[in-house]
């Protein structure tokens, strides 16, 4: 009995010591170490500071550098529509200039396919390839960007590569989720929460707020402007769905809370940074670019490309951002590409509809 209770007790001392070191390797793993870098982005005193890591951020540069530009070729004094067959989109481009664009095309998001990734290797003008014509529709996205949403995207714009980075499919898209009404823990319904979600860094909030916020239109809201209900029916169901709305932003960007907002007053927009009027037409941006351009391509699709309840890839802050606040640190690569910041060659886009709520009172309701 002796030796029973020897070995039960070693036992129980190794079960406890490897329960230590996996929590050691856990913490040390997880956890970062000091010194960490401070960023005032507020007044003094309101706590409005960004804490960067120097080892998070070399690794984000080393991650977010520009591609070299390919070299520019002399006009051919031909456009491209008049060159090639089937040109529908920047059909006024020199003939060469198109060709340099396209081999650029290639380098950001097929570098390893080639040309054939999007193009008949037999006829070329052909559109068999399902992604020849998601493409095509990408460059009209593109344009659109660059010429109606400078409000977000600035002087910079985008560039195919600033959401694929050398992958035929940028890394950072999304899906619905199929939502189920079974019992889930000590909450009424699952509603997509209690799952532990990338969307929304891994909390117990909501984790399909892409769609109501990223697709559809949904008020993003939290507070009323009273103490009293005053005819404000928000609950705190829909507090929780943009507080994961907001985390799925802030992991994004790599920023935390008052990258945006001030903390002694979340609501309030002329206590916020710049960045939150940004913010609030990337969100639109983005609801536009899903709304106009993914979603109708559903259908081009092939299955394998669609997600669990069928629907198509989507756009979300990440895919541009990358984690950084900045997609690529700031850098523009339409200085060496301005034929893509040209809309007048390209499909037209509706531009921004409203402009946000900067001159709203305090008491006002916390609209993003």
Known sequence: MNILGVKIGFGLVIAIGLSALVFLIIVFSTFQRPPEKQVQIGYRGVGMVEVFHPSTVAAELASNQVPPPDDKLDPSGQKSSEAYMNVQVLKDLDSNEFLRLMNAITTWVAPQQGCVYCHDQENMASDALYTKVVARRMLQMVANINGNWTTHVGTVGVTCYTCHRGNPVPQNIW????????????????????????????????????????????????????????????????????????VHMSESLGVN???????????????????????????????????????PLTKTFPAYRLGPTGDGPKLECGTCHNGVYKPLFGVSMLPDYPELASISQTASAAAPSAAPPAEAAPTAPANQ
Request: aromatic share 10%.
């Open 175 to 246: 899906f619905n989720n199929p939502r189920s009404s079974e019992p889930h823990g000590l909450s009424q319904d699952k509603l997509a929460k209690n799952y532990a979600s990338p969307v929304v860094d891994m909390s117990s909030l909501p984790n399909d707020v892409l769609s109501d916020y990223l697709d559809h239109s949904d008020e993003i809201r939290v507070i009323g402007g009273s103490a009293l209900p005053d005819g404000n029916r928000h609950s705190i169901k829909q507090a929780e769905w943009t507080y994961g709305l907001m």
């Open 257 to 295: 809370c008052v990258f945006c907002h001030n903390s002694r007053a979340f609501s309030v927009w002329d206590q916020s940074t710049p960045q939150r009027v940004t913010a609030w037409y990337g969100i639109r941006m983005v609801r536009d670019l899903n709304t106009q351009y993914l979603d």
